[in-house]
């Protein structure tokens, strides 16, 4: 009976160990930190993308993409359009519309807006 008892009790042991062991793994981003507001829970990911800075905010890409200018060009009518000037300030779209050959001017803005 006592062999039985030790039998189970290690078996339970083994099972509830097996089953702490993965929320353990999963708990190594945080951190209790003690402070003059008392006990506090820490998680260390979520500063980890600060610093980085890649060309993007929450807000989208800060200037106008030359894809997205080559699109609204296309967009309004023009064929073949091509960017011929890019600079800090603006986007020049070149192309083909019924009349001849034509050019728009975008802002290198968010948004793309034509000036």
Not at 25 to 43: H, I, K, M, N, S
Not at 73 to 101: D, F, W, Y
């Amino acid at each position: 009976m006592l062999k039985s008892l030790q039998f189970v009790l290690v078996g339970l042991a083994a099972i509830s160990g097996l089953t702490i062991s993965p929320t353990i793994a999963a708990a190594q981003d945080l951190e209790l930190r003690l402070g003059p507001g008392g006990v506090g829970v820490y998680d260390r990911n979520r500063d980890r993308d600060r610093g980085r800075y890649d060309g993007y905010d929450r807000r989208g890409p800060r200037g106008c993409d030359p894809d997205d200018a080559l699109d609204i060009a296309r967009g309004e009518g023009l064929r073949r359009a091509q960017i011929v000037r890019m600079s800090p300030r603006s986007i020049v779209v070149q192309g083909m519309t019924r009349r001849g050959p034509e050019r728009m001017t975008f802002a290198n803005r968010r948004g793309c807006p034509e000036i």
